[in-house]
């Protein structure tokens, strides 16, 4: 029986599932063998595409990945309105108001790139109202106020405009709902929404262009030869490639590993004076060449080092 690697897996989700469906599919397949699987964000059922499933030891950067900017592209429909803002359940609204001119349409869509976006999360989400999630209320019919929250979008563009729908491609900090953000921009132009379909294309570095089916994944996590030439496949030690580095020292990284609390300060004032927490809010530690842990800038506490690893080989 083949060991199980520490990694992550690019993977396309198919519509009707949801994100943990596919994490049951990993854990099916391992079923016997003492496997942690995780992934990096959650897609909605009716949406398709990229879905980072991490293995093992990966697991324990979950967090950090979901944090990651986030590329779509999908449909959206004018017009019509649900309560989940998708076609996952019935029709509540309707307007013969709908966009007609492209160039109308994409002057309103670059609108939100160019200034804050406090954005309401939707009652069809995860987000938790005094410990519950809202999409258990909504299912009953409850619509509770809910507090605006800030994202980013970085891109947002519209490709073309027919009678069935309006395609686009968007960029967004982690956290954004793309269903909401379209049902935004229909009332900026006096109008209504739902998001017909949706596709997720980039997670941080990563791209659906790599990613490969459920099964195709699984088979070869159960194989004796994951190369890194594997484009679906992250090694655990790969993961951290993308942060910006700050060297540690044998020594440094020893007293850290013993829980040297006046090293950890070091450490967290070296990365003080090296880097920009507004460009660079995390970073993997490094010790001859090898990601030993991560550092987190935290809002008024500073760099803090979040994740000490050993025996990266």
């Not at 995780?38 to 897609?43: F, K």
């Not at 070869?220 to 594997?230: F, M, V």
Request: hydrophobic share 35%; proline share 4%.
């Amino acid at each position: 029986m083949s060991e199980i690697v520490d990694g992550a897996f690019l993977v396309t989700k198919p519509a009707g599932i949801t994100s943990f469906d596919v994490i049951r599919k990993f854990q099916f397949a391992t079923k016997g063998r003492k496997t942690k699987f995780g992934h990096t964000g959650t897609l909605d059922p009716f949406a398709t595409g990229l879905l980072i499933v991490l293995v093992g030891r990966a697991v324990k950067l979950s967090s950090y990945f979901t944090q990651m900017d986030k590329t779509y592209r999908g449909t959206i429909r004018f017009g019509s309105k649900t309560s989940s803002g998708d076609p996952t359940t019935t029709i509540i609204e309707t307007s013969s108001t709908i966009p007609s001119n492209l160039d109308a349409l994409k002057l309103a869509a670059k609108s939100f790139t160019q200034a804050d976006y406090w954005q309401i999360p939707p009652m069809y989400s995860s987000v938790k109202k005094n410990g519950r999630p809202l999409y258990q209320l909504a299912r009953k019919g409850i619509e509770i106020e809910r507090e605006p929250r800030l994202r980013k979008i970085h891109d947002f563009t519209i490709s073309s405009l027919s009678e069935t729908g309006a395609k686009f491609k968007a960029s967004c900090s982690s956290g954004t709902y793309i269903r909401t953000l379209a049902q935004d921009l229909a009332e900026k132009l006096g109008s209504i929404a739902l998001l017909e379909q949706l596709e997720r294309t980039e997670i941080g570095p990563y791209s659906v262009e790599s990613a490969v089916s459920i099964e195709d994944a699984t088979e070869l996590l159960l194989s004796d030869d994951i190369s890194s030439d594997e484009k679906c496949f992250v090694p655990f030690i790969d993961l951290f490639s993308h942060w910006p580095k700050l060297q540690i020292s044998d020594e440094q990284y020893l007293k850290m590993a013993h829980g040297n609390k006046k090293t950890f300060e070091d450490v967290q004032n070296l990365a003080e004076t090296q880097f920009d927490y507004k460009k660079v809010p995390l970073l993997s530690l490094v010790r001859a060449q090898k990601p030993i842990g991560l550092a987190q800038y935290q809002p008024e506490l500073g760099w803090k080092i979040v994740k000490i690893f050993d025996n990266l080989d």
